[in-house]
């Protein structure tokens, strides 16, 4: 099966400041990627797949970007209620597998 | 609106069986993929099964083949999971997913505690 690694396992930042999340794949999974936030309590929300596409009603403020192996996850100014857990998953082959997650922290 | 409620958690002793279903609505159930996927608390996440549209194919990982049999009845826009043999490492909050073009969407989850 695929192995998603993300990195870090924790991202320490300041409000207002960008973040940049990244997963790494055992093998290519060419643009079929996903990007989930989670919070306390809650169920995985999809903000971004394919790669790319903002899931409807993901804040402009997440992109998606890369292809292959390497994928990232960027929030161009984090807002107060983007402190969760990010997972990225393949969605190439079965069984689709996430990455461990990284948890985004107020510094 | 799409929604997907997931059903029929809750404690079981090692050995013992559950059955959990996820109710659909907003959506036309019989032409889509489904999928169960199930996150150990505070842990990672685990892909379990998935379903073709009519049913005639299921997928089963390994940690659980054997044990756990989706299945659904498109009359009643519904999804099962029937565990059987359930184990300790079978703790977890079982989310009911539909698979779409425009991205996979998660139900709220059940949990599942199987303890003696």
């Known amino acids: 099966e695929i192995v998603m690694t993300q990195s870090p396992a924790t991202l320490s930042v300041s409000p207002g400041e960008r973040a940049t999340l990244s997963c790494r794949a055992s093998?290519?999974?060419?643009?079929?990627s996903a990007w989930y936030q989670q919070k306390p309590g809650q169920a995985p929300r999809l903000l971004i797949y394919?790669?790319?596409t903002r899931a409807t009603g993901t804040p402009a403020r997440f992109s998606g970007s890369g292809s292959g192996t390497e994928f990232t996850l960027t929030i161009s100014s984090l807002q107060s209620e983007d402190f969760a857990v990010y997972y990225c998953?393949?969605?190439?082959?079965?069984?689709?597998?996430f990455g461990q997650g990284t948890k985004v922290e107020i510094k | 609106e799409v929604q997907l409620v997931e059903s029929g958690g809750g404690l079981v002793q090692p050995g013992g069986s559950l059955r959990l279903s996820c109710t659909a609505s907003?959506?036309?159930?019989?032409?889509?993929?489904m999928h169960w996927v199930r996150q150990v608390s505070g842990k990672g996440l685990e892909w379990v099964s998935r379903?073709?549209?009519?049913?005639?194919?299921?997928h089963h990982a390994e940690s659980v083949k054997g044990r756990f049999t989706i299945s659904r009845d498109n009359a009643k826009d519904t999804l099962y999971l029937q565990m059987d043999s359930l184990r300790a490492e079978d703790t977890a909050v079982y989310y009911c997913i539909l698979e779409r073009h425009s991205g996979d969407y998660w139900g709220q989850g059940t949990p599942v505690t199987v303890s003696s």
């Open positions: 379903i073709n549209t009519d049913g005639t194919y299921t």
């Open positions: 907003g959506f036309t159930f019989s032409d889509h993929w």
């Open positions: 093998q290519s999974v060419s643009r079929f």
């Open positions: 394919d790669a790319s």
């Open positions: 998953q393949q969605h190439s082959t079965w069984p689709r597998t």
